[in-house]
């Protein structure tokens, strides 16, 4: 399937991409601008919206389902950009221009295409069409095909400090999240890896997770909640993935004597921990959960029994 840009995206505050952004519209103005662009970079930091936001100041427009603009991403429920939707681009470059005299498209993201589809790309990217301009979204260089990227302007996109994740999320939370406090901003900055979009999209359950994670380990009895929530079918189990990890990261620090801060309940829990963990069991710890954590999802594994597994070894073993 081939989108336009959906009405539901977040529009999240562009900081940090003033310079970026100079560069590129120059290149335009002076008739410079590469036909393909690869912005990379971590994910959630704001590529595509930047992305979207460029070139629709070139085209203009504000809308964001400009006819001259075409957004491709993975369709839902599919583990790849299939080959089918990189050849529908030859539709949309081949046809006139609706409104302006340019035309863009963006692949968001580049990594998620499949090998026919990396294929079929790579021919386009040999032959391009005047006015019509490339945006590919990367958050793994590694994943592209070192063939695709020799044909783009590669453009980094540097990581966001906490004081800029800050200020998105506070400028973008009184129409997403609740009221935050500095503890859970300071959550939120460490456990989506200072990504905006993450925090938004998930930030309510990612405090809460934590919070109840803490808790059935202080307590040493799993909170019902936790069961409930990994066990709606809509939960994006990649959500719990990242609290236990986070834990795991947070107690190592404990562990290895460089926690500047505790978070909620960690200082009792992780003091009582670290009189059972020394740093090879902890290590261990560490590795079993990972792998049993990383399997859940590719090959279907009970959540619960995953989950009461995780508790037991943190909590009796």
């Known amino acids: 399937m081939l989108y336009f840009f959906p009405l539901n995206i977040i529009a999240l ?6 310079s970026i952004k100079s560069t590129l519209l120059a290149s335009y103005q002076n008739n410079k601008l590469h036909h393909a662009i690869l912005f990379y970079g971590k994910k959630g930091v704001g590529k595509a919206t930047f992305a ?5 100041e070139i085209l203009q427009q504000t809308n964001v389902n400009h006819p001259d603009l075409l957004y491709i991403e993975k369709e839902e429920e599919k583990r790849d950009i299939t080959i089918d939707q990189i050849r529908k681009i030859s539709n949309f470059t081949n046809q006139t221009s609706s409104i302006s005299k340019n035309k863009f498209i963006i692949i968001n993201a580049a990594d998620d295409l499949n090998r026919n589809a990396a294929n079929a790309l790579l021919k386009m990217l040999e032959e391009p069409h005047a006015n019509n301009f490339l945006i590919l979204i990367s958050h793994s260089l590694g994943k ?3 063939t695709i990227k020799s044909r783009c302007q590669l453009v980094k996109i540097n990581d966001l400090t906490f004081e800029e994740f800050t200020v998105i999320l ?3 939370r ?5 009221k935050l406090s500095d503890d859970e901003i300071k959550i939120l900055a460490e456990i989506c890896d200072n990504s905006p979009a993450l925090a938004l999209e998930a930030g309510e359950d990612l405090i809460e997770l934590y919070n109840n994670f803490l808790s059935s380990i202080k307590n040493k009895k799993i909170n019902e909640q936790i069961f409930k929530k990994i066990s709606d079918k809509s939960f994006n189990f990649e959500i719990f993935i990242k609290v236990v ?9 404990y562990n290895a004597g460089l926690m500047s801060y505790f978070l909620f309940t960690e200082k009792e829990i992780f003091t009582q921990l670290n009189t059972k963990f020394n740093k090879e069991k902890l290590f261990n710890l560490s590795d079993n959960i990972g792998n049993s954590l990383s399997k ?8 619960k029994l995953i989950l009461i597994n995780i508790f037991n070894q943190i909590c009796f073993e």
């Open 296 to 303: 859940t999802i590719p090959f279907g594994l009970d959540k």
């Open 144 to 146: 592209l095909l070192p």
């Open 174 to 178: 009184p129409s997403v999240l609740p």
């Open 170 to 172: 506070k400028k973008n």
């Open 52 to 56: 979207k936001h460029f070139a629709l």
């Open 13 to 18: 505050s562009l900081i940090g991409f003033d």
């Open 245 to 253: 990890n986070f834990f795991l990261q947070r107690l190592s620090l």
